[in-house]
């Protein structure tokens, strides 16, 4: 059986605060369970979370980064010469 800890115990390690940990125990996409009052979530169940979130995370920097690009002017042959420049350390 995995490990399980305590919302209080998941907040100390780092798993995110007890808002965020009830807000996924309430949406569903983390599972805990009620002993004597006290609720539990597995270790597993916290860790499969925390790689998820930094997937998406990366995901939405790669959007963010695609809707500057979108929206950013064309580069003059100028300013595409110093860019190279500067990533050679010619500059």
């Given at each position: 059986m995995s490990e399980e800890l305590t919302?209080?115990?998941?907040t100390?390690?780092?798993?995110?605060?007890?808002?965020?940990l009830m807000r996924r125990i309430a949406d569903g996409?983390?599972?805990s369970r009620l002993?004597?009052?006290i609720r539990l979530v597995k270790v597993d169940d916290l860790e499969a979370m925390?790689?998820?979130k930094v997937h998406d995370t990366s995901n939405e920097y790669e959007a963010?980064?695609?809707?500057?690009?979108d929206k950013a002017p064309p580069l003059t042959d100028e300013q595409?010469?110093?860019i190279i420049a500067i990533l050679r350390?010619?500059?």
């Open positions: 919302l209080r115990e998941a100390a390690r780092g798993y995110g605060s007890r808002s965020t996409s983390l599972g002993v004597g009052g925390s790689r998820k963010m980064v695609k809707r500057v690009v595409r010469e110093r350390g010619s500059i």
